[in-house]
């Protein structure tokens, strides 16, 4: 049969919605579309007592057509055949001991496996899980790595930030705490060998917050600006915001006479243990990376000794087989207390972070060269507010439940500066990119 154009169109269509629809369970009926009886092995920690699990589900998202489903029963799930990452949660409760008492721990499960494909009449898919409570230190908060454009629509750097918030019931201490960026990149994927990543996090920058153990005290509630540059950038970029009061900045000395970085007079450094180039650092402006948090247990001199990392990797281009040899530093994953996988949402290959540090991903970035993502930030959600009207944020290192995507950055909110390039400026102020301050 000849099809002209138009009902070509209208087929093409109608095909897709259904498609997209029989994505969900219900599609258990038509039977013209290739599906997959699923039973999901969910393996879980053994190293804790009673562990009562509920509320579990798992997410799958089709790595062609970006779509979710949400699936309750894990032993036989009616699934269209195709390729997909699959995400583990559940709520947990488990017993500790210490000084011969027990008690009962609330925590959440997670785990997830990546590009599993589903074909065939039956699969099992393992995921294994892990064990989170309440973290007992600091947390990513919010992190503005796409920057802001000036009046003429160009790119602006310089004014890049995270925040890491206090989500604990007691005095937390800033010094000595890392902030990290990955070496890896999300939309690209290589088979690394030695393969490090389930132990350990390869870093192309390392910048530690100065101190002998009680210099910065951190309220509960409170937060840190870590920042770019600790300046007021709407000297050089109207539509920027002003950073001169934040708590530290990373500097880098640059050996290039005409890349040079600003020194801010008013905001102290933290102190560089390693980062990738010889001029400075700026955070990946579309995300396409991993951060984390860590408390370093050893010195600079040691750790800068014996956690050299280098690594092989084979690059299949057009123009042939290339085998690639390079170099990192790495933190093992033991050290880490909060870590972030961020990606370009359209174009994310892998999870940098193994889903012991985070379950999910997050994004500021639709798609490679998206300019929405300027004047953007991710930002946390809140749980609740605490009885002194402080925040408690949600953590259960799984980014894609945790975080709120591109959200107008809070210091932008707070400061009422420009929130896109023609300059309007900020009007609302919120907790967490969503929930409106009252």
């Not at 709520?91 to 721990?105: G, L, P, Q, V």
């Not at 602006?156 to 960026?181: Q, R, S």
């Not at 946390?380 to 709120?404: A, C, I, Q, V, W």
Request: hydrophobic content about 30%; aromatic content about 12%.
């Amino acid at each position: 049969m000849i099809f002209d154009r138009t009902y070509k169109r209208l087929f093409s269509a109608a095909l897709t919605m259904t498609v997209i629809s029989c994505i969900t369970l219900s599609c258990s009926d038509i039977d013209d579309i290739p599906q997959t009886s699923a039973a999901f092995n969910i393996i879980l920690p053994t190293d804790v007592d009673n562990l009562v699990v509920s509320n579990q589900s798992v997410t799958l998202t089709n790595i062609s057509t970006g779509e979710k489903t949400v699936i309750t029963d894990l032993t036989n799930a009616k699934i269209m055949t195709g390729l997909y990452d699959c995400s583990f949660s559940a709520d947990a409760t488990y017993t500790s001991s210490s000084d011969d008492e027990e008690a009962e721990i609330d925590g959440t499960l997670s785990g997830n496996v990546e590009n599993v494909e589903i074909t065939g009449d039956s699969k099992t898919i393992d995921i294994e899980t892990y064990l989170f409570a309440d973290n007992d230190d600091f947390i990513f908060e919010e992190i503005f790595f796409s920057g802001t454009l000036r009046p003429s629509g160009s790119q602006y750097t310089g004014d890049g930030y995270i925040k890491i918030y206090n989500n604990t019931d007691h005095v937390l201490y800033a010094d000595g705490i890392a902030f990290c960026e990955s070496r890896f990149r999300s939309s690209q994927y290589y088979e690394y060998t030695p393969d490090i990543r389930k132990d350990t996090f390869s870093v192309w920058s390392l910048y530690v917050v100065p101190g002998s153990g009680q210099d910065h005290p951190v309220m509960p509630g409170e937060s840190l600006i870590i920042c770019d540059t600790g300046i007021d950038h709407r000297n050089a970029n109207s539509n920027s915001f002003d950073l001169s009061a934040a708590d530290f900045e990373w500097y880098d000395v640059s050996s290039s006479a005409s890349s040079t970085d600003i020194d801010s007079e008013t905001v102290p450094n933290l102190d560089k243990w390693y980062c990738y180039t010889n001029s400075f650092y700026i955070m990946h402006n579309q995300g396409n990376s991993a951060f984390a948090l860590a408390r370093i247990p050893i010195d600079k001199e040691e750790y800068l000794e014996n956690y050299y990392y280098t690594y092989e990797y084979i690059m299949n281009l057009p123009a042939g087989t290339f085998y690639m040899s390079q170099n990192a530093y790495k933190i093992p994953n033991s050290w880490i207390i909060d870590g972030v996988n961020c990606c370009i949402a359209n174009d994310r290959k892998w999870n940098i972070l193994p889903p012991s540090i985070d379950g999910g991903w997050t994004y500021c970035s639709s798609y490679s060269g998206d300019e929405a993502r300027y004047f953007r930030s991710i930002r946390r959600k809140l749980l609740y507010l605490n009885s002194d009207g402080t925040m408690k944020l949600k953590d259960t290192n799984n980014s894609s439940e945790d975080f709120n995507v591109q959200c107008i950055p809070s210091v932008i909110e707070a400061q009422h500066t420009a929130i896109d390039a023609a300059g309007t400026t900020a009007t609302t102020e919120t907790y967490d990119g969503v929930t409106v301050k009252e």
